[in-house]
Structures are given as structure tokens and as C-alpha cells.
């Protein structure tokens, strides 16, 4: 056993990343599936949308051969409508709320009209937006995730100059840096932030961190409001013994490796344990599976009926023959010559429910040992507890605390997204950006 | 099982269906092969002058995904030659002697032509002749065609010159480019036709391309108004059919019911109102010749399961239930209800009726699914709610009536009572 890259042929790690949900083929699969929609009115997808995209409106535009005018209808709700539509769980939001399956039918397929739309808006490089006068103001954006181009997308619109300082080289966040590469291609993500960009007034400085590079004092100083879309940072510590080993690796950099070094260059072991059940998670256990190793199993400390990712998602693991382990925590990582060799768990049981209202998970004493060469901690992330607390921002162990959906403590200082949610959905992060630009053109006395 | 057997004026088929004048009736292998499909009938496509065709010649109106809806053809009667027709029409009756084999005509305007043209067709041993007074484009211009069926004293002239030389019984085929078929359809039963079939196709545009701004069909940057057929035009065939089974002249005479038949169900909608047979055209041309199978299985089945035994027993049952406005009973009033358990929350009866009839639709928000119910004193029992809703049978009307009594219009204003009041 051994912790090791460049494990496929070329061929074969373009096939296990290959698009896992394919775009239509051809404008008549699309214009059958768009005439498949009802046209609800104050329909269930767009309530469940967390940016209210409207969904009948859009879908109804594909089948009037108004393409235009179905991917402004899109990004005028989410300017990711693009991203989105290929890495939202739609399972558990509009396709979930899709009226067809109250009749045990198949939900439309939204996402995929989505992405129809939105690529051809993308491909043509059509701006649908144009910017209105300027109104002079200055606004800075930290960080060129979901949520900060959102929000920067929105104050661009309404003629305000915005800079945004991303501390990685690229823009896009976790949709660029943290999610699957069968799911997003670096490459989209960059085209995606491109686009979103075209609208002109925004300019970014990469490599630029908050707390290092840049301090809020001097963006508060410099520019009329500040947006702090800063994300959460590496995955939560087991805080058990040998976490330190080699090959106990946290699945965002995993995650991140696969898509900023390349498919041959992330090593990966041949028995792999992922520790977590969330989307992440998920997404670094199939991706292990799919970069060669030999066996992955999902480890997570409650039942299947608590688990945090989608069916779906669960589904895509297993498909990959990732094997999962319910009802085990994380006891210890046993190693010799520095590196991974066993992983000990608990066995649990289900106890009361805890503050999430799901039943929290009881040590029984038992205990059993997998022989593993490789650890993927994936049991959430952590927020930026030390840079916020600096910066005396009310949190609550770091995530931001706001008020009216995005003003912090300090005036003129405004979040939202991952860094005051804890980690939720790209879609999450794109209204939060919304909110926090509807905050802000409130604050500076603009519309 | 029922017995669907055909007798119109004398002439036999095993069943009602027969294919329309038309493209799928032009020549022999079209027509064996829908006589081996199961075709009672054809009707000959239309035999007359001589003609030039142009590409291209069909155009579709589509709704949503479904293709053609109403289908637009400028084609013009048949262009071979005369002689291989009337060969071809021999060949067929010889080879399936039970099927009908009506043949179309469509002479010169001048008698001597159309007895002529009947003497030959007579030849053939075909079994009855269709006067087409209906097409609508190409022909017209020349005086044919719908010029004849537009004008009813032209048309009683020329069926007088038919009936002067046909020995074998003759359908006149009515035009729907009128305001009412009725006065065509009384001259010709007076000149004396023995049947009359309906409708023809309706002229029509079916739409223009938006970037060469040219209508359809296109024939080198031009076109021209075409003849409507198909589903779309069913409902147009159905009521003017009606006008026809009601006129006591022209309900003389037995009548062919043509109009975007499609289905059994179709087909039996017609008869209902008085035809003794439908012409099927559209629906082949979309399908193929194999649609007959269902055709002749639905209407067995829904007849037995009526207890009827042949077609008389149910031809022209629905005729005498289409009456005039001032007729109907305004004690009637029926009130829409909501099956909450079948309800898929899609809203679509509230905005309509909310939009665009009487604001009788509440709507409890929830999320994702709001609740909607009828407000019962408000609606005025439109059907509106109930024709949107994409479920079969989750809105149903209820019969409420306001009082027992028939009471009609005429009656209603007699007794002075409340108008406007809703």
C-alpha cells in the first residue's frame, strides 16, 4: 500500500472526469424538455430556488426560440445561473419542488435547460446587462467567490466602481478551487468569471489576502463601503491522534490539487478513507476513486437518514464503488515511518437529538481498525475565526454575524456567503452577494 | 362485436374510414397499400385538367412540441396523366373489390368536359364521383374549385350537367371558404346531388420566416394562401357539418364528414353529428395508413360498450343537442371543485381565472406549494380552471342549480328578471 500519482493513463482520467451531466445534444432535445414544462405560476421550482430564478419564465423563452432572452431572465436572478446549473443539488431545490414529481413523473430537467441557455449566452459572449452612469462611489469586494461577484455584478450594474482583492490567482472560489472537476472544468469556471466580469467596473487584484496583503482599516479608508465575501478556510480538525501523519490529508487542498495541478500530479493511496458526509466529502471520495485508488470508504459518525449530502450525491459514490461505513467516528490514525497505515473508529449509536434537531451519534465503546494508506478529512470547514475576531467583527466562532441579511458590526462593512453561513450552496453564496449589494446601494443612498 | 360495416348511397365498405381526395390517394401503390392497411375506402385524388405543381407545396402550424396541428398545402389536383389514372383506379377496385373507390373530379367549366370526364371514370367500374368544389387555391383562378362552391348557382349548374350524365351516385364536396355552407349545400341538393361531403381545406397563411421575411410555403421568395386542414380545423368542420344535419333540405342527403379526423373518437364525433362516414387525409399524411387499425378497433370497442350494433344506431344522436343561445337553461349552474388530493400545486387555474375570467380562485401561500380553492358565490362556472389544469379530473364541475325549473331566455326577460347581476 502506497500513496501515490499519475496512477492512469491519459485516457483514462479524462474518461472518470468526463462531464457527469451532460448538456443536450441538440436544440430539439432541449425544445422537448422546455415544452414538457407546465408554466406554473408562482411555481414551486422558483420558490425553492434560493436566488428566485424564474424558472417557468426562463424555460418558456428556450421553447419560444427566445434564448436572449431565457439567459437574462436567468442571470438577472444569478449571475452563476451558468456554474449553477451544472453544481447546484436541484435534487433538494427547484427539480425537487418541480410539480411533475406530485404526479410521480420526472421532474423537469432544469439544471439541463439551464446550462442550455446560459452556455449559449457564454459561448456568444452575449453581455445582457448594461451598466447605468456613474454614480462615483467606490466599493471593495473581498474575495472573488460566489458571493463577492455577485454582489460586485450587482453594484457594477448600478454604476458603482468596484475592486475586488482575491487572495487566490484565480476568481471563482470554491467553484473554481473546491468542487469536482467531473462537475466543473477549471477552465469553465475561469470562462465564468470572464463573463461575469465583461460588464465592466470591476477590477481585481489577485493574490491579495485579507489580513496580509490588504487591512480592512485601509479598505474602509479608501473606498465608500467594503463586502467581505471571504469564505471559509481549511477542513475542521479531527483533534485525534496521528492527524499529523502523512497521508492524512484535508479535502479542500485535495480537492483544490485536482483542479489547479492536474489530474497525474495528486497523489492518492490505494485504501482511502474519507472522513465526513457532506458534499464535499462526496466529492473528494469519488474523485480518489476516480484518480485510481483502489478502495474508498465514506466514514461518518451518524445514519444515512442524517446525512447532510443529497441521495443523489450519495448515489454518485456509489456508483463509483465507494463503500461507506455509517455509525463510525474517527478515533484514531495509526502510522509507522511517519506515514498512514491504519484508521481506528468508534462504533456509535443514535442518541437524543442535538441543537440540529437531528439525533447526535453515542460512543458504545466498541471500536474497530481499517488498514488504510490515505485520510481525507472532510467534516466541514472552518471559518476565519482569528482574522475576523482581529478585525473586531461580531461572529459567532467566525462566522460573521449580520444583520439585515449582510451589515455587520462596523459601519460601511458588509459580508455574506460562506463566511457567514459556515458553508452552504454556490446558489447560497450568489443571493447572499445580492442581499449584500441591495445592503450596500441602501447604505450609499443609490436607486 | 359491433358491426361497422359502411353503406353510403349504395356503396359498400367494411368500415366508415376512407381516405380523403388527396396526395395519399394519387396512384395505385398508395392506394393498395391503404386498402391492405384496412382502409374502407379512398376517394380518388382529383381527376380534371391539366396542371403544373410547384415546390415547395406543404406547410405545418406546430403547437408547443407537437408537430403539425394544421397542415397548409397549395398542391393542385392530380398531375399524371389522365389515361394511367383511370388504369391504375381499375387495377385497385379489381384487386380489394370490397373497399369504396370513389373517384374526384374536377372538369373545365363547360358540360361537354364533365361528361366526358365522367364517361371515362364510369369506365373504370368506380363506384361513386366527388365534386370538388372546394379546393381553394390554383384551381379557383381558373374559374374551379372553390370558384364553383362559392357561388351557389354555379354550382347548382354544374351538378345539373353531372346529374345529366352519371349513372353511379355523386357527392358534391362543399368549400369552407363561405360565411355559410348551407346555401351551396341547398342548391346542390335541389340540382341534385345525391350526397355532399365536407369540408374542403381552409385558405390560410400559416406563418412567415422571420429572417427572409417570406411567408410559407416558400416557392422562390413568394407564396400563396394555402388550404388549411388538420387537428386545428376540426372544430371549424364539426359546426359547419352541424349547420348541414339541421337544414331540412340539405339533410336530405346523406353527408361524408371530412375535417381533421384523426382518431376513432374523431370519427365518431362527425357521425354523432350526422355524417355517415369520415374522410381522413392529415392525420395519414402524418402517420402513415397504419392509423386506421386503432380507428376501426376504438370505435368497435366504444360501440359495443354503447350497445350498439351498427353505425345508423348512433349517426346524427348528438344533432338535435346543439340548439340556439336563447334556448338554454339559465336555472343551470355548475361551480368548479378542486380535488386537493390530486392537486399538483401548479397554479395554472388561478392565474387564469385570477387573469382572465372571475377572480374565483383563492390562493393560500406555502412554500414551495401554495393550496387554491374555489370561492364558490364568485364563480360563474366558466370551465376555465378545469381546461388549464393539467391533471384528468382534479377539477370537476358541480351541478348547482339555481332553481329546478327549465327557464330560457326568452322566458327569463318575460318575467322581468335581474340582469347584469354577477
Known amino acids: ?447 | 362485436m359491433a358491426d361497422i360495416s359502411s353503406n353510403f348511397l349504395g356503396i359498400k365498405s367494411p368500415n366508415p374510414f376512407w381516405l380523403a381526395s388527396a396526395p395519399p390517394t394519387d396512384k395505385k401503390v398508395n392506394v393498395l397499400r391503404a386498402f391492405e392497411a384496412g382502409w374502407g375506402g379512398v376517394v380518388w385524388k382529383t381527376l380534371g385538367s391539366q396542371v403544373k405543381n410547384v415546390s415547395s407545396r406543404y406547410l405545418a402550424v406546430n403547437f408547443g412540441a407537437k408537430k403539425m396541428m394544421g397542415l397548409n398545402n397549395i398542391e393542385l389536383i392530380s398531375d399524371r396523366p389522365l389515361d394511367l389514372n383511370l388504369k391504375e383506379i381499375k387495377e385497385c377496385i379489381r384487386l380489394f373489390p370490397d373497399r369504396a373507390m370513389v373517384v374526384s373530379l374536377m372538369a373545365d367549366n363547360d358540360k361537354k368536359s364533365w361528361h366526358e370526364l365522367i364517361r371515362k371514370v364510369e369506365d373504370t367500374g368506380a363506384h361513386g364521383l366527388e365534386l370538388n368544389f372546394g379546393c381553394p387555391h390554383g384551381m379557383t383562378e381558373r374559374g374551379m374549385g372553390a370558384a364553383v362552391g362559392q357561388d351557389p348557382e354555379i354550382a347548382c349548374m354544374v351538378v345539373e350537367w353531372v346529374m345529366e350524365a352519371a349513372t353511379i351516385p355523386v357527392i358534391t364536396k362543399l368549400t369552407p371558404n363561405v360565411h355559410s355552407v348551407v346555401p351551396t349545400g341547398r342548391s346542390v341538393v335541389k340540382a341534385g346531388t345525391n350526397g355532399l361531403s365536407l369540408i374542403n381545406t381552409i385558405q390560410s397563411v400559416t406563418g412567415i420566416d422571420l429572417d427572409t421575411f417570406v411567408p410559407n410555403p416558400y416557392v422562390a421568395g413568394k407564396s400563396v394562401f394555402g388550404g388549411y386542414c388538420g387537428p386545428a380545423v376540426k372544430p371549424i368542420a364539426l359546426k359547419m357539418l352541424t349547420t348541414i344535419s339541421q337544414d331540412e333540405i340539405t339533410n336530405k342527403v346523406p353527408i361524408s364528414g371530412i375535417g381533421g379526423v384523426s382518431t376513432w373518437k374523431d370519427a365518431v364525433e362527425f357521425m354523432l353529428l350526422g355524417a355517415s362516414n369520415v374522410q381522413v387525409c392529415t392525420a395519414a399524411m402524418n402517420y402513415g395508413f397504419r392509423i386506421v387499425e386503432d380507428m376501426i378497433e376504438g370505435m368497435n370497442n366504444w360501440m359495443d360498450e354503447k350497445g350498439f350494433k351498427t353505425l345508423d344506431d348512433f349517426i346524427g344522436k348528438s344533432v338535435e343537442k346543439i340548439t340556439h343561445w336563447e334556448d338554454l337553461d339559465i336555472n343551470y349552474h355548475h361551480i368548479a371543485k378542486i380535488n386537493q388530493d390530486k392537486c399538483i400545486h401548479c397554479g395554472l387555474c388561478y392565474i387564469a381565472c385570477e387573469d382572465a375570467s372571475h377572480q374565483s380562485i383563492n390562493l393560500a401561500y406555502g412554500k414551495p406549494y401554495n393550496t387554491y380553492t374555489v370561492k364558490e358565490e364568485e364563480c360563474v362556472g366558466c370551465n376555465l380552471c378545469k381546461l388549464v389544469c393539467p391533471v384528468n379530473e382534479c377539477i370537476t364541475m358541480e351541478e348547482h342549480r339555481v332553481a329546478p325549473e327549465y327557464l330560457n331566455w326568452i322566458e327569463f326577460q318575460k318575467r322581468g328578471l335581474p340582469l347584469n347581476d354577477h
Not at chain 1, 168 to 173: D, F, P, T
Not at chain 1, 363 to 368: K, N
Open chain 1, 1 to 447: 500500500m502506497a500513496i501515490s500519482n499519475n496512477r492512469l493513463s491519459k485516457e483514462q482520467y479524462a474518461e472518470n472526469f468526463t462531464d457527469i451531466h451532460p448538456p443536450f445534444e441538440t436544440a430539439d432535445a432541449a425544445l422537448v424538455e422546455a415544452n414538457r414544462c407546465l408554466f406554473c405560476y408562482d411555481a414551486p421550482c422558483t420558490k425553492s430556488c434560493p436566488t428566485g430564478i424564474n424558472v417557468p419564465k426562463f424555460i418558456k423563452q428556450i421553447a419560444t426560440d427566445n434564448i436572449k432572452g431565457s439567459a437574462h431572465t436567468i442571470f438577472s436572478s444569478n449571475i452563476m445561473g451558468a456554474g449553477c446549473s451544472k453544481v447546484c443539488p436541484v435534487e433538494k431545490l427547484c427539480e425537487g419542488a418541480c410539480v411533475y414529481n406530485l404526479m410521480e413523473e420526472e421532474p423537469i430537467e432544469i439544471a439541463r435547460l439551464q446550462r442550455y441557455a446560459t452556455e449559449k449566452a457564454m459561448a456568444g459572449n452575449w453581455q445582457l446587462f448594461q451598466r447605468k452612469g456613474s454614480t462615483g462611489k467606490k466599493v471593495a469586494v473581498v474575495g472573488a467567490g460566489p458571493a463577492g461577484l455577485s454582489c460586485a455584478h450587482v453594484l457594477a450594474r448600478e454604476g458603482v466602481d468596484v475592486t475586488i482583492y482575491e487572495k487566490e490567482g484565480k476568481g471563482g472560489g470554491l467553484m473554481t478551487y473546491g468542487i469536482a472537476a467531473y462537475k466543473v472544468t477549471p477552465q469553465f469556471c475561469e470562462d465564468e468569471v470572464n463573463y461575469i466580469l465583461g460588464i465592466g467596473g470591476i477590477e481585481v487584484k489577485y493574490s491579495q489576502e485579507l489580513g496580509k496583503d490588504i487591512s480592512l482599516a485601509e479598505l474602509k479608508k479608501n473606498f465608500d463601503a467594503v463586502y467581505l465575501g471571504i469564505g471559509v478556510g481549511v477542513a475542521r480538525k479531527l483533534d485525534i491522534p496521528g492527524e499529523k501523519l502523512e497521508g492524512v490529508v484535508d479535502a479542500i487542498q485535495f480537492i483544490y490539487d485536482i483542479r489547479a495541478k492536474g489530474y497525474p500530479s495528486v497523489p492518492v493511496g490505494d485504501k482511502v478513507a474519507v472522513i465526513g458526509m457532506g458534499m464535499t466529502a462526496i466529492d473528494a471520495a469519488t474523485q480518489a476513486k476516480r484518480l485510481g485508488a483502489k478502495e474508498v470508504t465514506l466514514v461518518y459518525r451518524r445514519t444515512e437518514a442524517e446525512k447532510p449530502c443529497t441521495d443523489v450525491e450519495l448515489d454518485i459514490a456509489k456508483l463509483d464503488g465507494c463503500e461507506v461505513i455509517w455509525l463510525a467516528a474517527p478515533q484514531k490514525v495509526k502510522g509507522s515511518g511517519g506515514k498512514v497505515k491504519q484508521l481506528v473508529c468508534s462504533v456509535m449509536k443514535l442518541g437524543e437529538p442535538d441543537a440540529s434537531g437531528r439525533r447526535s451519534p453515542v460512543d458504545t465503546g466498541e471500536t474497530f481498525t481499517m488498514n488504510v494508506d490515505m485520510v481525507i478529512k472532510a467534516a466541514g470547514q472552518v471559518p476565519f475565526e482569528k482574522l475576523v475576531s482581529k478585525y473586531k467583527l461580531d461572529n459567532t466562532y467566525g462566522k460573521l454575524v449580520v444583520k439585515d441579511k449582510a451589515s455587520t458590526n462596523i459601519k460601511g462593512v458588509f459580508a455574506g456567503g460562506d463566511a457567514v453561513n459556515g458553508g452552504k450552496e454556490v446558489v447560497d453564496a450568489v443571493q447572499a452577494g445580492k442581499d449584500g449589494a441591495a445592503a450596500i446601494l441602501r447604505y450609499l443612498n443609490i436607486q
